[in-house]
């Protein structure tokens, strides 16, 4: 076959008729578009993911009062009976957990010299820095002696630092919380948002202090539990089966909870990272859902491609058979319409690549999530459009190759 | 003259439409040869089955029985793409119509057969700028056939018809939509052609045509009815009537 002249009159075929080209071509760039978009929103919240299992810890387990269903979901809302230190304390001597902590917080109105911000302020015990992977870029964390001795200080995550000082000199300098007065001695590395989609919240708008103090001069105690806990962290010595320490954590609790073999927890223990997993999935089968979306629309712009290709068979019939008179073959007739179907196709998929990068653009705008178009989505929107053009425009262009020279050159 | 192989030839060629119920025997019974070098002029009553006969030696169309051959080859043997390339390497085919491709211009018009030719032709360019000038269009060779008279579409058409050097030029009314100068311009050309060696057969409804060829073939009612070539079978169709022109 001559692939040169099927080439060179597809593409004349392409431009003669610019406008009904584009209109035919309009199935196929919305579809390329909403691939790229998909793919790509897609890719995004999988890297999100990622990053947020990397920043959470795989080995990290959360304890949280209040029923909860298997699949991790919080039913009650942390609204059961709380845990005590002494919890913290027991469950830091299980030999598997390598730091823990007891987590207390609470929104509050911070006020510097300069601003007023209100904040997350959590309480939490020295271990919780390094059960939450969570480090000072400045300043310094605060000791288990100031945890116990309830010191009045803080360490700031990034952004609750930039509010409340604007100016920048943070460390060491004095806020006050509901009147009380707390030294800053340290700064946060950044940590970013949490959740996907830029939904989530900021997790660097945060004050971490002495869970005592925090305890004592700012949440006020719990009427049932002294010396409570929201919230324990632990985090599990590399190596050891997360499933595991789980279900060791979960024993001890019960027992200490005083819970009867035939109860149910009255608390959960939760792995983060499976909890993102689970989400991942879901926004795996969300993506899913709408490549098929995107499937279904490159398909009704393959039936348009068809359709027009059939209008063109016939529209040109006699040059057709005017070519096959002077020699052409039946294959060198397919390949010219196969061509004109692909050309049409893949500046259509051109055309919805630049459409869906827009989208990808403005998303990435509006949803802060990072832009994400790889060679892979470029290589599969090019190759969805190319191919609905093959397969769609073979069976007009088939139908161009078996007509017959003199009918073909006779029809008007 | 010895007996050479004919470079066409045809035995009892039938042609018949259906239509319905009803039959058309365009052709009826044919038998014919042509040899190379010979320049035929075919004539007859309209209906007479002219175009019929020259569309299935233009192996564009296939007989309803009788068989035919080109340069020695069975045309009923050979498959469509064997016919195809019969069409692009050994025939030449110009339409009343001229039916030149609207969107390119004389030069991409007669580039076409040497595109589509599977055996090696050489510079393509070069041979279709050749035949461009051989038919006295060199000067227009960009001209989109809109911008062309009708004699020189013609000319555009017959420089298609020979680029790919065919050893027959077959022509259906060629000078049908030409006034009487233009005509005279493109048989000149044919006979040129004829002069260096292709065989050329055309149609043609006008005394004035027919009177370049060599051998004048009439036909009446999908028969051959009279053939300069054969006299015998002139006069024994028709013994009153004198050779040579019919109205
Ligand atoms: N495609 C067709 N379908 C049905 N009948 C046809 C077809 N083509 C030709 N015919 C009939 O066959 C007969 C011969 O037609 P043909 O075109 O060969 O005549 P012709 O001698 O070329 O006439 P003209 O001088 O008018 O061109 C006519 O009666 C015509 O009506
Ligand atoms: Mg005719």
């Known amino acids: 076959m001559k692939v040169g002249v099927a080439t060179s009159s597809a593409t004349e075929a392409l431009f003669s008729n610019p406008m009904r080209s584009l209109l035919t071509m309009l199935g196929i760039i919305i579809g390329v578009a909403s691939v790229m978009v998909m793919m790509s929103i897609g890719e995004g919240a999988k890297a999100q993911i990622e990053a947020q299992i990397s920043s959470v810890g795989a080995n990290v387990l959360n304890l949280q009062p209040g029923n909860m269903n298997r699949g991790g979901r919080n039913q009650g809302g942390g609204s059961g009976r709380p845990f005590a230190e002494s919890d913290v304390a027991a469950i830091g001597e299980l030999p598997f957990v390598v730091a823990a902590t007891g987590v207390l917080s609470q929104q509050a109105n911070a006020v510097s010299e300069e601003a007023n911000w209100v904040t997350n302020i959590q309480g939490g015990d020295a271990g919780f820095f390094e059960v939450n992977n969570w480090r000072v870029s400045e300043g310094r964390e605060f000791t288990a002696q100031e945890v116990q001795g309830g010191a009045a200080v803080a360490v700031l995550g990034k952004t609750a630092a930039a509010n409340l000082f604007p100016g920048g000199r943070a460390i060491g300098e004095r806020i006050r919380v509901n009147s009380v007065p707390i030294e800053i001695i340290g700064i946060l590395e950044p940590k970013g948002q949490s959740g996907g989609g830029g939904m989530g919240m900021d997790r660097d708008d945060t004050m971490i202090a002495p869970l005592s103090m925090v305890r004592n001069r700012i949440t006020g105690g719990n009427r049932w539990v002294s010396r409570h806990v929201s919230r324990i962290q632990l985090l599990v010595q590399d190596g050891y089966d997360v499933m595991q320490a789980q279900e060791e954590v979960t024993a001890l609790m019960r027992e200490r909870r005083k819970i009867s073999p035939g109860d149910s927890d009255n608390f959960a223990v939760v792995n983060f990272a499976d909890m993102i997993k689970q989400r991942a999935a879901a926004a795996e089968t969300m993506s899913m859902l709408l490549a098929f979306t995107a499937a279904v629309s490159l398909i009704v712009g393959g039936v348009g491609v068809m359709n027009i290709m059939l209008v063109s068979v016939t529209e040109r019939t006699r040059e057709i058979g005017l070519r096959m008179a002077i020699g052409a073959r039946g294959g060198d007739i397919l390949l010219q319409f196969l061509f004109e179907a692909i050309a049409l196709c893949t500046l259509g998929g051109l055309i919805g690549m630049a459409l869906g990068w827009g989208g990808v653009f403005a998303y990435a705008q509006i949803a802060n999530a990072p832009m994400m178009v790889s060679p892979v989505i470029i290589a599969t929107a090019l190759g969805a459009a190319a191919s609905v053009g093959v397969i769609f425009g073979f069976f007009p262009a088939r139908r161009a190759a078996q007509l017959d020279p003199i009918q073909a050159l006779r029809h008007d | ?247």
């Not at chain 2, 004035?208 to 009279?226: P, T």
Request: charged share 25%; net charge negative.
């Open chain 2, 1 to 247: 003259m010895t007996e050479v192989r004919p470079i066409i030839s045809c035995r009892n060629l039938s042609k018949i439409y259906r239509m319905g119920d009803q039959e058309v025997r365009a052709l009826d019974g044919v038998d014919l040869d042509i040899h190379a070098g010979e320049f035929v002029a075919i004539m007859g009553p309209s209906g007479s089955g002219k175009s019929s006969l020259m569309n299935l030696i233009g192996a564009l169309d296939r007989p309803t029985s009788g068989e035919m051959w080109i340069n020695g080859r069975a045309l009923s043997e050979m498959s469509r793409d064997e016919l195809a390339d019969l069409r692009n390497e050994t025939l030449g085919f110009v339409f009343q119509q001229f039916n030149l491709l609207a969107r390119q211009d004389a030069f991409q018009n007669v580039r076409l057969p040497l595109r589509y030719a599977r055996k090696d032709v050489g510079d393509i360019d070069a041979r279709a700028k050749e035949c461009l000038e051989l038919v006295g269009l060199g000067t227009r060779m960009d001209h989109r056939p809109m911008q062309l008279s009708g004699g020189q579409q013609q000319r555009v058409a017959i420089a298609r018809a020979l680029s790919n050097r065919p050893s027959i030029l077959l022509a259906d009314e060629p000078t049908g939509a030409l006034d009487t100068r233009t005509t005279d311009e493109i048989m000149h050309l044919m006979q040129d052609l004829n002069r260096q060696g292709i065989t050329v057969v055309v149609i043609t409804h006008e005394n004035e045509v027919a009177g370049y060829a060599s051998r004048q073939i009439h036909f009446r009612d999908g028969r051959i009815e009279s053939d300069s070539a054969q006299p015998d079978l002139k006069r024994a169709a028709e013994p009153g009537q004198a050779a040579g022109g019919r109205t």
